[in-house]
Nanobody
Framework: QVQLVESGGGLVQAGGSLRLSCAAS????????MGWFRQAPGKEREFVAT????????YYADSVKGRFTMSRDNAKKTVFLQMNLLKPEDTAVYYC????????????????WGQGTQVTVSS
C-alpha cells in the first residue's frame, strides 16, 4: 500500500506561481512512478504530468507544457509540481498518484491516489 498526501494548494492571481508537494509513505518510493492529475468542476479528471522512478524522465500534458515542472526527491519520498504562469483554466483539484515503476509512462489508471489539493487561479 501507498499513502499520498498533497499540500501547497491555494488561491493565486493569474500569472502567479504555486508549488505543490506530495509526500508518500508505505511502499518503497523508488519502485514508483508518480503522476499529477487535476479535476475541474464539472469535468473529468485529466492527466497533468508524470515522472519516472529516477526523476530522469518527465512527460506533460500539452496544456501545461512549458509552465509546469514536475520533480521528485527520493530521499524525502516527495514529488513536486512547480506551476508558473498560472491561468484561470488551471483551477482544479490537483491529485498526486503513484504507479509501479515498470508501467511508466502512463496517463491514466494509476494504482494509488491522494485526496487532492485545491488550486484556484483568479483572473
Amino acid at each position: 500500500q501507498v499513502q499520498l498526501v498533497e499540500s501547497g494548494g491555494g488561491l493565486v492571481q493569474a500569472g502567479g506561481s504555486l508549488r505543490l508537494s506530495c509526500a508518500a509513505s508505505g511502499r518503497t518510493f523508488r519502485s514508483l512512478a508518480m503522476g499529477w492529475f487535476r479535476q475541474a468542476p464539472g469535468k473529468e479528471r485529466e492527466f497533468v504530468a508524470t515522472i519516472s522512478w529516477s526523476g530522469g524522465t518527465t512527460y506533460y500534458a500539452d496544456s501545461v507544457k512549458g509552465r509546469f515542472t514536475m520533480s521528485r526527491d527520493n530521499a524525502k519520498k516527495t514529488v513536486f509540481l512547480q506551476m508558473n504562469l498560472l491561468k484561470p483554466e488551471d483551477t482544479a483539484v490537483y491529485y498526486c498518484a503513484a504507479d509501479p515503476a515498470d508501467r511508466f509512462p502512463r496517463r491514466s489508471d494509476y494504482d494509488y491516489w491522494g485526496q487532492g489539493t485545491q488550486v484556484t487561479v483568479s483572473s
